[in-house]
């Protein structure tokens, strides 16, 4: 069983947990995932680490309540246990694999829409911790829905943009990418961009015009988590992987992204058979 340690709400049904988990803690990388049940009966749910600590065995997650199994474990509280906290699963982000020395020449930028921000801060906050402060641009519809920002604050450069102008940069994160470069002379050798999978296609767009290889998370897909079901098939590059075993960070500018949206929406509306109506838990998408 894996122990809730602590719990706090980020913003309305968003909730960050720390659980007591120190073979994952051991073993976790920035990019990875793990795959969680309440009980024994529960629904396998595929959440990104958002940190770890070693020493302490302990894994943070951000979950939010979307539908039936998403909204059982944000009713969960510290004391209570899982019955399953599989990993960590995945890839790890492909920043990990640069030699130290190319490494801190990187210029990079992270793009977070939605709770996006938690799975985006294991990996700034690696970075920090080799020497590079990378630039982190957050977006939200408003002031409100922002979380992780103080936490981003500490090992990046944060600029964040709201739809409505009620904090930050008044716009998308697209016309903010456009602004870092085009109007402050900002030029990047690496983006990774995490949140709903519309604003991913775009900025992915956006950094394709500017030249910037990116690279995108695709967890929105993912059910079963070990590539076993199919459903987080993905073309990238005309090529069918498997976000779960493959990923879940892709190549932004060779993901079929109008495909992977068909995919997403092909369970919205069917809460019957699938109540999470396959929308992403560890980042709102």
């Known amino acids: 069983m894996f122990k809730i340690l602590e719990k706090r ?3 309305t049904k968003i909730y960050e947990m720390v659980v007591e ?7 976790a990388q920035p990019g990875q995932f793990v795959i969680i049940r309440t009980d024994e009966k529960g629904e396998r749910i595929p959440l990104t680490i958002c940190d770890y600590d070693r020493e302490r065995g302990t894994v943070t997650i ?17 004391g209570d246990e899982f019955a399953d906290f599989a990993g960590p699963l995945g890839r790890p982000s492909d920043l990990l694999e640069l030699p130290e020395e190319e490494l801190k020449r990187q210029r990079v930028l992270f793009v977070a829409g939605g709770v996006g921000t938690a799975p985006v801060y294991p990996q700034a906050k690696w970075l920090d911790e080799h020497g590079v402060r990378a630039d982190v641009i957050i977006g939200a519809r408003n002031k409100d829905l922002f979380s992780y920002v103080d936490e981003m604050r500490k090992v990046a450069n944060v600029y964040l943009c709201t739809d409505d102008g009620s904090e930050g940069f008044h716009g998308m994160v697209t016309a903010l990418i456009d602004h870092l470069i ?8 690496h983006c990774v961009i995490i949140g ?6 775009f900025a992915s767009m956006t950094t394709k015009k500017h030249g910037i290889p990116t690279m995108v998370s695709l967890n929105a897909l993912m059910v079963d988590g070990t590539g076993m079901c199919g459903a987080c098939r993905v073309s990238v590059g005309g090529k069918t992987l498997f976000t779960c075993v493959d990923g879940p960070e892709f190549d932004g500018h060779q993901v079929d992204f109008d495909e992977a949206m068909r995919r997403q929406n092909m369970y919205r509306g069917n809460k019957k058979t699938n109540p999470e109506t396959h929308k992403c838990k560890c980042h709102g998408s």
Not at 21 to 27: G, I, Q, S, T, W
Not at 62 to 78: F, L, T
Not at 182 to 189: I, L, N, S
């Open 21 to 27: 988990a120190p073979r994952v803690a051991k073993a």
């Open 182 to 189: 085009e109007k402050e002379g900002k030029a990047y050798d």
């Open 62 to 78: 951000v979950i939010q309540a979307v539908g039936i199994s998403s909204a059982k474990i944000c009713d969960m509280e510290p």
């Open 9 to 11: 709400e980020l913003a």
């Open 196 to 201: 709903p999978m519309i604003m991913m296609k």
